[in-house]
């Protein structure tokens, strides 16, 4: 499907749903078609309606999209033994004879684990479990190759030893997967944090001794350094919006992200479309409240659009040093369910 028909498709959902001049921003795997596609839908809803901060946050890279494309290179690094383990696992949960065969070894192992994991090709993450769950059985299949004259699909020890060593590097990932993908609770504001423990896992190994782990993350990191270098303002603004962690928790990953020039020249950036989105907040609360109340004064509306994209950082810039120095504090949202719980405690007794 070309482009335009990429961007056509959209539109008819978004009018069907009755969302066309609602849109805030739209996230699309990494994809030139899907790139071409949004590049030209935004440049046809420009026409019609304005978009937040000039479009500047229209199109957006799925985060957990370009994950699987790093993860997927390091699997690609030891595809035969990862075939091996996964007919191991196969071929034991084919028959129930089986099953109970190499149920008893893993019982003459005294392995706390009794259960193996069966994964799907096309979902990296449950590759990662199937792996991970074997390698606890490791030995147990290597009895049951003693036993079973059969099964000659065993993986050697090298590739128990790359498995492993894959995992251990894995296992960043499938965290960080698992908790972006929670359907529970807001995850916006958890996207650069977990961005930024996967750069630093990764930095971490770049220099290994071991030279199978060193060349598996320098590939895998070379796919993360080309997404990470087109900074994500989404995901840096949804963390100024937690009260948790606002600037200075922006502040925080980017330092870890990019080099001191990169990272100020992005928190520039953020600071920026944050004084963008409060002008037009501004701006559209006014035009609302003169469309309700003809009559009323707006003297402040015209006060702000008079010092559109002048305000300085001066002062809050000092207040985060300051407050970076002290004792961090508890979310005022903390202190309420405490309090909740106390009081709980208290009609319990």
């Not at 996964?86 to 089986?98: I, M, P, Q």
Request: glycine share 2%; aromatic share 10%.
């Amino acid at each position: 499907m070309g482009d335009i028909q990429i961007s056509d498709a959209i539109f008819r959902c978004m009018k069907e749903w009755g969302i066309e001049k609602k849109v805030f921003t739209i996230t699309v795997d990494n994809a030139s078609s899907n790139d071409s596609a949004i590049r030209y839908m935004k440049d046809i809803l420009q026409r019609s309606i304005s978009l937040v901060c000039g479009g500047r946050l229209f199109h957006v890279r799925c985060c957990a999209h370009i994950l699987n494309l790093c993860v997927q290179y390091g699997l690609d690094e030891i595809q035969h033994a990862i075939s091996d383990v996964r007919d191991s696992v196969e071929y034991v949960n084919r028959s129930e004879a089986r099953r109970i065969q190499f149920a008893d070894c893993v019982q003459q192992l005294q392995l706390k684990d009794r259960k193996l994991i069966c994964d799907c090709k096309t979902r990296w993450n449950l590759t990662f479990e199937m792996l991970s769950c074997a390698l606890k059985f490791k030995e147990a299949f290597k009895m049951l190759k003693d036993r079973d004259p059969f099964f000659d699909r065993c993986p050697l020890e090298d590739d128990w030893d790359k498995v492993a060593k894959l995992c251990s590097i894995l296992e960043t990932f499938w965290t960080a997967t698992h908790i972006i993908s929670g359907c529970e609770y807001p995850t916006s504001n958890l996207f650069l944090h977990e961005v930024q423990k996967i750069k630093s896992a990764l930095d971490s190994h770049v220099d290994d001794e071991d030279s199978f782990i060193r060349n598996l993350v320098r590939r895998m990191k070379m796919k993360f350094d080309k997404y990470l270098g087109e900074c994500n303002l989404l995901m840096a603004i949804a963390v100024v919006f937690d009260p948790t962690k606002k600037m200075l928790g922006v502040e925080f990953c980017f330092s870890r992200l990019y080099s001191n020039d990169e990272a100020k020249e992005n928190i520039a950036k953020v600071k920026e479309i944050i004084n963008i989105l409060y002008e037009e907040y501004v701006v559209e609360s006014m035009n609302k409240n003169n469309y309700e109340n003809p009559g009323s004064s707006n003297t402040f509306g015209s006060q702000v659009s008079h010092q559109s994209s002048i305000y300085t950082w001066d002062e809050f810039d000092a207040y985060c040093a300051q407050v970076e120095a002290s004792k961090p504090k508890r979310s005022e949202l903390v202190d309420y369910l405490e309090s909740r719980r106390l009081k709980t405690n208290e009609k319990s007794y």
